[in-house]
Antibody, heavy 117, light 110 residues
Framework: QLQLQESGPGLVKPSETLSLTCTVS??????????WGWIRQPPGKGLEWIGS???????YYNPSLKSRVTISVDTSKNQFSLKVTSVTAADTAVYYC?????????WGQGILVTVSS | QAGLTQPPSVSKGLRQTATLTCTGN????????AAWLQQHQGHPPKLLSY???NRPSGISERFSASRSGNTASLTITGLQPEDEADYYC???????????FGTGTKVTVL
């Protein structure tokens, strides 16, 4: 069964860059059938799509976050990554990585990232 | 980013039927339909229904999805205590080239 695991710092200072990695196990990021995405959820709030990437490097981003977000893929490590620049308290959330097979059918456990000085 | 509209909460009795709605527009729900996800407190979301209304392996037949125009629906029959959770719809918006999520519905089983 496909497994996804988010990793990265749990605390980021305001104005700095948030960086997370998702490691894919029992599956491959080079699948022709799937995009790989990032979704976040502020405490007590709903889901917000951040963006997604195909193994070729093709990306889609949330228009409201596009200027601050970069998603990349490392096929040699079977990982994909997220960077969010110039973070503020509003970026505090649980960040999930997920596989998109038409829809998001496999999710990581999520990682809480707090933006605070 | 425009989202999909869901009622904030639905409450039904044990073994009753709950119907959740998700309203979008012709660029998202009305175009390719909506998927449905269930999220229990402290856990990641779980896919209940693909946008084509098929259920992933292991999902109970008590969950069924449908669509009429720009509104998608999820029907939960024979409500059980474990069905208490937050439910989200999601769809691809062709005008935004972006995924959009619903606002979420909290289901309470009385």
């Amino acid at each position: 069964q496909l497994q996804l695991q988010e990793s990265g710092p749990g605390l980021v200072k305001p104005s700095e860059t948030l960086s997370l990695t998702c490691t894919v196990s029992t599956g491959s990021v080079t699948s022709n059938s799937h995009y790989w995405g990032w979704i976040r959820q502020p405490p007590g709030k709903g889901l917000e799509w951040i963006g997604s990437i195909f193994y070729s490097g093709n990306t889609y981003y949330n228009p409201s976050l596009k200027s601050r977000v970069t998603i990349s893929v490392d096929t040699s490590k079977n990982q994909f990554s997220l960077k969010v620049t110039s973070v503020t308290a509003a970026d505090t959330a649980v960040y999930y990585c997920a596989r998109e097979a038409d829809d998001y059918d496999s999710w990581g456990q999520g990682i809480l990232v707090t933006v605070s000085s | 980013q425009a989202g999909l509209t869901q009622p904030p909460s639905v409450s039904k009795g044990l073994r009753q039927t709950a119907t959740l709605t998700c309203t979008g527009n012709s660029n998202n729900v009305g175009n390719e339909g909506a998927a449905w996800l269930q999220q229990h407190q402290g856990h990641p979301p779980k896919l209940l229904s693909y946008r084509n209304h098929n259920r992933p392996s292991g999902i109970s037949e008590r969950f069924s999805a449908s669509r009429s125009g720009n509104t998608a629906s999820l029907t939960i029959t024979g409500l059980q205590p474990e069905d208490e959770a937050d439910y989200y719809c999601s769809a691809w918006d062709s005008s935004l080239s972006a995924q959009v999520f619903g606002t979420g519905t909290k289901v309470t089983v009385l």
